[in-house]
């Protein structure tokens, strides 16, 4: 019996914050697309990511007619403060700056109801997705449905939009990529707490970095500067607490832990960000360390990039934009993990002497200096904090 295959322009797998933005931008445009996940809607609203969309963030929504998914759980008043040795230091972001805390779920929840409302095609728990002639003029992805039933969907591009493990990279023929990695000296612990966000900010310390970050009304991600080996395990409540108030040099608050784990800081890129047809946005081309908080703008310029070139070629038959994705985003991406990658050094190493020795430390507190004493850093810091640089 012959195999159905289900026709569209664009399939994306992967409904997180790349996906769901870019099945958004396309339905908008008059583009077709199917947006496959393999998880549960359930799963996928309750998983607790990055919480900061910069002001590049917040304006390609407004620009793009779609400012409503800011609305909700957002916390736009709290920018936090930022701590050395217990004491609180300003920090200026600029006049121009209009980044604001989103928990990561509720800007997915906000994109996923819009996407459905307007009439978007999404399917979740999309099981064994796997993706096939991706050098050929119409790739198929193939996946089994809630019921069981294999299901082919025919194509014209994909859109991996899958993370950092998903199948849309793993899909590429070895020796293709070209993987670009660094890996930091130290983890985090990472932790959600139901509880109200006091203080909030990031403290640095010889005992380590410390942060608290809200994530809604009563929960708080915090993290806690860890060696590399250090399990969860090792780290009870009381311990957690009890450094927290430490790095900070102050009381913080205190309650239930949801979740526990630790986090290996990294930086990666992958290059070319496509092969054939198959397009990588987001984490599944690149991964920044949290210290930046640069991943959710990183994957909306994948995605605005990706969506612009689409519309073109479909719209204007010009495959121009398509041809030089990868050329597009890579100076983008270089730009903001030479960034990341100073603020996660300086931050850590203006700290702890573990890891680097006392002389580091030294010119990373001359450095953190130079931020609160001149106009030329300061506004450099804040452009690139806004992700307007």
């Not at 942060?211 to 809604?216: A, S």
């Not at 054939?276 to 995605?303: C, E, F, N």
């Not at 001359?366 to 300061?378: P, V």
Request: one cysteine or more; proline letters at 5%.
């Amino acid at each position: 019996m012959s195999e159905t295959r289900e026709p569209t322009t664009v399939v994306i797998v992967g409904a997180g914050v790349a996906g769901m933005t870019l099945g958004n931008l396309l339905l908008r445009n008059g583009v077709d697309c199917v947006v496959l996940e393999k998880h549960s809607r359930a799963y996928v609203e309750q998983r607790q990511r990055a919480g900061t969309i910069d002001t590049f963030g917040v304006r390609l929504f407004r620009d793009w007619g779609l400012e409503e998914v800011l609305e909700g759980d957002r916390i736009p008043d709290s920018e936090g403060g930022f701590f050395i040795d217990g004491e609180e230091m300003p920090i200026d972001v600029g006049d121009d700056n209009e980044s604001l805390f989103c928990p990561q779920q509720v800007l997915v929840r906000n994109l996923t109801d819009v996407f459905l409302r307007d009439g978007g095609d999404l399917r979740y728990e999309a099981a064994d997705v796997s993706l096939h002639d991706i050098d050929g003029e119409r790739p198929l992805v193939r996946y089994r449905d809630v019921a069981g039933t294999t299901k082919t969907v025919s194509c014209d591009y994909i859109a991996g939009c899958d993370g950092f493990h998903g199948v849309s990279r793993r899909s590429i023929p070895a020796g293709v990529l070209t993987e670009y990695s660094h890996e930091y000296g130290y983890s985090w612990l990472s932790i959600l707490a139901a509880v109200p966000t006091s203080p909030s900010g990031m403290a640095i310390h010889a005992r380590g970095l410390a942060g608290m970050i809200p994530r809604g009304p009563q929960a708080t991600r915090i993290y806690l500067q860890c060696p590399v080996d250090d399990t969860p395990e090792q780290w009870p409540q009381e311990r957690v607490w009890s450094e927290l108030e430490a790095r900070f040099g102050t009381s913080v608050s205190t309650g239930e832990i949801v979740d526990k784990r630790i986090v290996p800081l990294r930086s990666v890129v992958f290059d070319p960000m496509s092969h054939g047809r198959l397009y990588l946005l987001g984490d599944a081309a690149h991964i920044v360390p949290p210290m930046s908080a640069k991943g959710i703008h990183l994957a909306l310029h994948d995605t605005e990039v990706f969506a612009r070139a689409v519309i073109a070629r479909i719209k204007k038959g010009d495959p121009t934009l398509l041809a030089t994705y990868s050329e597009t985003c890579l100076p983008h991406i270089w730009n903001y993990q030479a960034f990341a990658s100073w603020i996660t050094d300086l931050m850590h190493n203006a700290g702890d002497t573990s890891y680097e020795g006392e002389f580091r430390k030294q010119t990373a507190r001359a450095e953190l200096q130079r931020q609160f004493t001149s106009d030329t850093a300061s506004r450099l810091f804040a452009e690139l904090t806004a992700g307007t640089n």
